[in-house]
C-alpha cells in the first residue's frame, strides 16, 4: 500500500500502543529519571537503575535459553535457572529499595561535630544498613567506613556502599563526607586556612576525630583515591590503628609524589570523557544523577586542595607503610591506567615495606594491580572488588578488570550455588 493510503489513525494507535508498552518495560528495569519507588515517590539513583536492568538482562537471557530449548529436560533445567534467577532478582530489587530510601531518609544521616584548625564544622555521615530490615535483628559487628574520592560525591560513593552492604548484610557502612562537601557546615574561615595546608594531615585528623566521636572501638576502613591516602595515614597512628580491623586503599594517592598539575587534570579530564562514552567498561554511575553535577574543583573553595591541585608532595615514606600496624589485612589495590596515579611507584613502595614488615612479623600488605583498571576502580567495581577480598585471604597480585564485575546482579549470580556453573554463559 502507498504511504499516501496508509490511515493516521491506527499509525498514531500503534505509535502510542509501542509508547506504553516502552514505559512498562522502562516500569521494571528501572532505566530512566522519572521512574520512581512506589511507596516513597523517591526517584532511583542512576546505579539501581543500572542494576535492576542488569538482573532483567540476566533474566532475559535465562527465557531465551529455556525457549530455545528443544527436549522436555532442557526446558526443565532452564526453568529451574529461571526459578532461581527471579528469586535472587526479587531478593535483590527488595535490598536495593532499603538502601536507596536510606540514600534520601535524613534519618541516616548524622552530623559530627569537630574542630578543624580552630574552626568548627559538622561533617556529614551517612549509614546504610540492611540490618534494619531484617526481620531477625543479628549481633552488633564491626562497621564498615568509606572514604571516597575528593570528587566523587555520594551519588558515586551510594554505589561502592551498597557493593558492602549487599555483600555484608549484618554490618553498618559509613560514608564520611568532606569539609568542602555541600552537605557539610563550616565556618567561613575554614575554606582558606585549609587552602593553606600542603598535605592530607589535616584530612587525616579530621577523619580520626569523626570516629572517635562516634564512638566505635573496632571497624573496617575503606578509602578511595583521597579516600585511599586519609585511611593510610589514619592508620599511621599506632594508638589509632589498633581499632582498625582491616584497611582497604583503592587507587590511594600520597604514596607518591605528582607532579605537573595541568597534564593530570587534562589525563583526568580524558578520563571522563572516556567514562561517560563507554560506561559499560568504567563506572556503574557514569551519567549525571540526582543533586549537584560534576566539579573538577572545589564546592566551598578547600577541593582545590584534595581533587583540583594534582601537584602535591608525597606524605607517606616507605617507613609509614611498613609500620602500619592494624589487626588484620591492609590492601592496596591500582588500576593498570590510572592517570593520577603511579601503580608501579605504589607497588616498588609496597614491596619495600614488606621487606620492613617481615622483620617485625607483621602481615605483609597484600598488593593487587587492576590489568585494565583506571582510576575510578574502587567506584567502577566496586561489587567485584568486594567479592575478591571477601572470598580471598590473599589477594593475586595482578588480576584483569574483566573478572571484577561493575553489577551487583552479576555477583550475586556467580555466588548463588543454583546459577554459578552457568553464570558465564547468562553473565556473557
Known amino acids: 500500500m502507498a504511504e499516501s493510503q496508509i490511515p493516521p489513525e491506527p499509525i498514531k494507535k500503534v505509535i502510542k500502543r509501542g509508547i506504553g508498552n516502552l514505559r512498562k518495560v522502562i516500569a521494571v528495569t528501572g ?86 584548625l580552630g574552626e568548627r564544622a559538622e561533617i556529614p555521615v551517612r549509614r546504610y544498613s540492611l540490618r534494619d530490615s531484617q526481620t531477625v535483628k543479628s549481633e552488633p559487628q564491626p562497621p564498615i567506613i568509606i572514604i571516597g574520592g575528593a570528587t566523587s560525591g555520594p551519588n558515586v560513593t551510594k554505589s561502592t556502599a551498597e557493593a558492602f552492604a549487599l555483600q555484608y548484610p549484618n554490618r553498618d557502612v559509613y560514608v564520611i563526607g568532606y569539609p568542602d562537601s555541600n552537605k557539610s557546615q563550616i ?43 586519609i585511611v593510610l595515614q589514619t592508620a599511621t597512628d ?42 559499560q567498561q568504567w563506572l556503574r554511575v557514569p551519567q549525571k544523577q540526582p543533586g549537584p553535577g560534576f566539579k573538577l574543583g572545589s564546592h566551598k573553595g578547600m577541593g582545590n586542595l584534595v581533587s583540583g591541585e594534582f601537584s602535591r608532595p608525597k606524605s607517606l615514606s616507605t617507613d609509614d607503610l611498613a609500620w602500619i ?26 614491596i619495600a615495606a614488606n621487606g620492613k614488615r617481615g ?39 595482578q588480576i584483569p578488570v574483566s573478572k571484577l564485575e561493575n553489577s551487583t546482579a552479576e555477583v550475586f549470580v556467580r555466588e548463588n550455588p543454583k546459577l554459578a556453573h552457568i553464570a558465564d554463559q547468562i553473565c556473557g
Open 31 to 116: 532505566m530512566t529519571r522519572e521512574t520512581r519507588l512506589p511507596d516513597s515517590q523517591l526517584e532511583r539513583t542512576l546505579d539501581e537503575r543500572f542494576e535492576r536492568g542488569e538482573m532483567f538482562r540476566i533474566i532475559k537471557q535465562i527465557h531465551e535459553k529455556r525457549s530455545a530449548a528443544t527436549t522436555d529436560e532442557g526446558k526443565k533445567f532452564w526453568n529451574q535457572k529461571l526459578y532461581a534467577a527471579l528469586e535472587i532478582s526479587k531478593n535483590l530489587t527488595r535490598n536495593l529499595d532499603v538502601l536507596n530510601r536510606q540514600y534520601y531518609n535524613p534519618e541516616y544521616m548524622q552530623f559530627v561535630p569537630v574542630e578543624v
Open 187 to 229: 565556618s567561613p574561615n575554614l575554606p582558606s586556612k585549609m587552602k593553606e595546608q600542603g598535605d592530607l594531615s589535616t584530612y587525616t585528623k579530621l577523619n580520626k576525630d569523626v570516629l572517635l566521636k562516634m564512638g566505635f572501638e573496632k571497624f573496617d576502613m575503606v578509602g578511595i583515591s583521597t579516600g585511599g591516602g
Open 238 to 279: 599506632p594508638e589509632f590503628a589498633k581499632r582498625i580491623n582491616n584497611l582497604i586503599a583503592i587507587s590511594p594517592t600520597s604514596v607518591q609524589e605528582t607532579k605537573g598539575k595541568i597534564s593530570y587534570r587534562s589525563k583526568f579530564v580524558w578520563e571522563v570523557f572516556n567514562m561517560r562514552m563507554h560506561p
Open 325 to 350: 600496624h592494624v589487626q588484620g589485612r591492609v590492601i592496596i589495590g591500582t588500576g593498570e591506567k590510572d592517570t593520577l596515579i603511579s601503580c608501579e611507584q605504589i607497588k616498588k613502595e609496597s
Open 359 to 397: 622483620s617485625s612479623g607483621e602481615r605483609p600488605i597484600e598488593f593487587m594491580e587492576v590489568q585494565g583498571g583506571h582510576h575510578s576502580l574502587g567506584d567502577a567495581y566496586a561489587a567485584g572488588l568486594v567479592a575478591l577480598i571477601r572470598h580471598t585471604d590473599v589477594l593475586p597480585e
